[in-house]
């Protein structure tokens, strides 16, 4: 299964931003048994091409390199195991090199120009970003025009309207702080995470 096939049975992907992350093999051990199976670590991390290595080396589901801005953030991300890329806006290059190494890229985009220009550039889905600024409406608006594009919404998703975002149309959904609070990464509390990642993909139903 690629990285898209696991986002879309899981209906879920979390997004990792924190000041460290002492075992991503651990964290990412800690999501997948919890039902969420699709990680995305961010370049806002310091040493985050280390923790993707590890974390892609653990074999536990599948990690992504998020808040990817250019080519050279994209090329290292790969390098270093990257399944799948995710871009917090319109990047073109990044796009250019996820295409060449055939990885799929998750482009964001918030308004329907974004959204056809994200599609024309291959995205293999849409991140739609600030998803909280118009809540889970937004997405079936987006989908009268675009019924086929692969909406993942982010930003201000949380257990308490993850089901109805879905219910609206998105692919999938992205777990954040919700899930993964950045205190609890960096002590390393995995039980926690992993409890907490149990109560969002339940909240889903």
């Known amino acids: 299964m690629t990285a898209i096939d696991i986002i879309r049975a899981d209906r879920v992907l979390t997004v990792v931003r924190a000041p460290e992350i002492p075992d991503p093999a651990a964290l990412a051990e800690a ?7 699709a990680m995305e670590l961010t370049f806002t991390t310091p040493g985050v091409l280390e923790a993707l290595r590890k974390a892609a080396d653990s074999g536990h589901g599948v990690v992504g390199a998020g808040t990817v801005l250019n080519g050279a953030q994209a090329a290292a991300a790969i390098d270093s195991g990257a399944q799948f890329l995710v871009t917090p806006g319109i990047r073109d290059e990044v796009a250019l090199v996820a295409a060449r190494h055939e990885i799929p890229v998750v482009m964001g985009a918030f308004t329907p120009s974004e959204v056809m220009q994200a599609m024309d550039l291959g995205a293999a889905a849409v991140k739609i970003f600030p998803a909280r600024t118009l809540g889970p409406g937004y997405l079936k608006d987006l989908r009268g025009p675009f019924p086929d594009a692969l909406l993942i919404p982010s930003g201000g998703v949380n257990a308490g309207n993850a089901a109805e975002f879905l ?3 998105a692919l999938a959904v992205t777990a954040g702080t919700d899930v993964v609070a950045p205190a609890d990464v960096a002590a390393g509390r995995w039980s926690e995470i992993a409890a907490r990642a ?7 139903n």
């Open 31 to 37: 999501l997948a048994g919890a039902g969420i199976r």
């Open 167 to 169: 219910a609206h149309g």
């Open 198 to 204: 149990a109560f969002f993909v339940s909240s889903m």
